[in-house]
């Protein structure tokens, strides 16, 4: 199995300028003025607005974000609109329900420039009680063990925070449009030979409900959606093998 780099975010270095925050969004007016605050200086937050009905939108652009509507739902939709709104170089994603530092990021970016790896991921490690239901984490795991099986990459979590070139991963032809679209995104690096690493990231408990992880059906149905995303066969080789 190929070797994936575990390890604790180390403390931060100054941010780099030409990268693009896409914070897909549904109903986050609560916790968007504490992530948009921590978007490193000289970085673009893209909120991509899902069908909010709180205000979302309008507090985004209060706040110096970049505002992008996708009108179909889901999770996957969210993301590939603001991966496809993006003009920097390097791309992140990060939850805007205030689990997640977008300030944690700045690593990440660091080793995609300095070349050491195609896309990083971050591995949560919750703080708190509630922070990581214990059915949403199982699910996790079965589905980080099943990647294993699939694409030999020693994984721990497909966590929401992560980065990577925009080229490159619009190269990925992502089409997963709901839950499964994080875990095709790394299902599809592997395939295409990508270093992959991850590193330890503090886990908060959200702001507001969960859309997704937060109760067994919802989980249960993220996990129907990535399980899909398992059973695409690896591409074929020119050579055939």
């Given amino acids: 199995m190929r070797a994936v780099t575990t390890s604790s975010s180390p403390s931060l270095p100054p941010p780099v300028a030409d990268v693009d925050v896409v914070l897909p969004c549904l109903d986050e007016a609560a916790a968007l003025p504490w992530v948009l605050g921590r978007i490193p200086a000289g970085w673009r937050a893209l909120v ?3 069908g909010s009905t709180d205000g979302s939108a309008d507090i985004a652009r209060a706040h110096g974000a970049s ?4 009108a179909r739902r889901g ?19 990060c939850d805007c329900d205030a689990s997640l530092d977008p300030g944690l ?24 009680r509630g922070a990581w239901p214990a059915h949403a984490r199982a699910g996790n795991l079965a ?13 721990h979590d497909l966590g929401p925070l992560r980065a990577a070139r925009r080229e490159a991963l619009l190269g990925l032809s992502l089409d997963d449009r709901r839950s499964g679209y994080p875990l095709q ?15 330890e990231v503090p886990y908060r408990p ?11 059906r919802g989980t249960w149905q993220a996990v129907r959606d990535m399980s899909r995303v398992l059973h695409e066969p690896p591409p074929v080789r020119a050579d055939g093998a």
């Fill in 185 to 199: 995104m790394v299902v599809r690096a592997a395939d295409a030979g990508w270093r992959v690493t991850e590193h």
């Fill in 75 to 93: 999770f996957g939709a969210a993301c590939h609109a603001g991966l496809a709104a993006a003009t920097a170089g390097i791309v992140c994603f």
């Fill in 48 to 50: 991509v607005d899902n």
């Fill in 105 to 128: 990021l700045v690593p990440f970016v660091r080793e995609v420039l300095d070349g050491d790896a195609d896309l990083v991921l971050g591995r949560r490690r919750p703080q708190g």
């Fill in 67 to 70: 505002v992008v509507h996708e």
């Fill in 143 to 155: 589905l980080t063990r099943m990647l294993r099986r699939r694409t030999g990459l020693r994984l």
């Fill in 206 to 216: 959200r702001v507001g409900s969960s859309k997704v992880t937060g109760t067994w």
